[in-house]
């Protein structure tokens, strides 16, 4: 049972450079999320997708860039780094519109991304 | 906007104590409640939810009660294990925007509990 599986774990970046963080899921769930996680803060949604080919931006989307040309993928790619995205990022998905099932999101473990 | 808020962490217990986590919500409407638990190396998964005033969540021995007059959603357990130590999100249910859901988190609450 897969679920969610995010990569990497771990990741340093130096300022400026880019990097992809790849997400994948073995559900067919439509709906796809990735939020970010400071110390001491809730979650807070970076963009997130309603299906193939449909992305759109979350609370926190500056700095970050999202594609869904798959079900399964939805990699969240960082262009040029900043110490600001110093955070844990986590990919979630869900099932589908209806109220009770969809409202339960599946996370991957995380990416835990520092810029020095 | 929705805003969550959790107690600050970090809490430790011993094994079989009684366990708290006090979460108030604030939001416009009808949101559905959860709490979310992770388990060190793992992703958050789905503990318990609420779906509307006076409802009661209950799994693995945690239950939360939704109450619309205090605005709250407490975690509590009568007897923890070292296996319930791990991270606890708050979260309630915001706009669903094409069906995608928006959850608010909490800041999350790390429990530690010692044998």
Known sequence: NAGVTQTP?????????????????????????????DPGMGLKLIYYSV?????????????????????????LRLELAAPSQTSVYFCASS?????????????????????? | GNSVTQ??????????????????????????LFWYV????????????????????SNKGFEATYRKETTSFHLEKGSVQVSDSAVYFCALSGMIIQGA????????TRLTINP
Not at chain 2, 10 to 32: K, Q, W
């Open chain 2, 38 to 57: 992770q388990y060190p190396g793992e992703g958050l998964q789905l503990l318990l939810k609420a779906t509307k005033a006076d409802d009661k969540g």
């Open chain 1, 51 to 75: 299906g193939a080919g449909i992305t759109d931006k979350g609370e926190v989307p500056n700095g970050y860039n999202v594609s869904r040309s798959t079900t399964e993928d939805f990699p």
């Open chain 1, 9 to 37: 774990k771990f990741r340093i970046l130096k300022i400026g450079q880019s990097m992809t963080l790849q997400c994948t899921q073995d559900m067919n769930h439509n709906y796809m999320y990735w939020y970010r996680q």
């Open chain 2, 101 to 108: 859901q928006k959850l608010v988190f909490g800041q999350g």
């Open chain 2, 7 to 32: 107690m600050e962490g970090p809490v430790t217990l011993s094994e079989e104590a009684f366990l708290t986590i006090n979460c108030t919500y604030t939001a416009t409407g009808y949101p559905s």
């Open chain 1, 95 to 116: 099932y589908s519109r209806d109220r009770d099932r969809g409202e339960k999101l599946f996370f991957g473990s995380g990416t835990q991304l520092s810029v020095l």
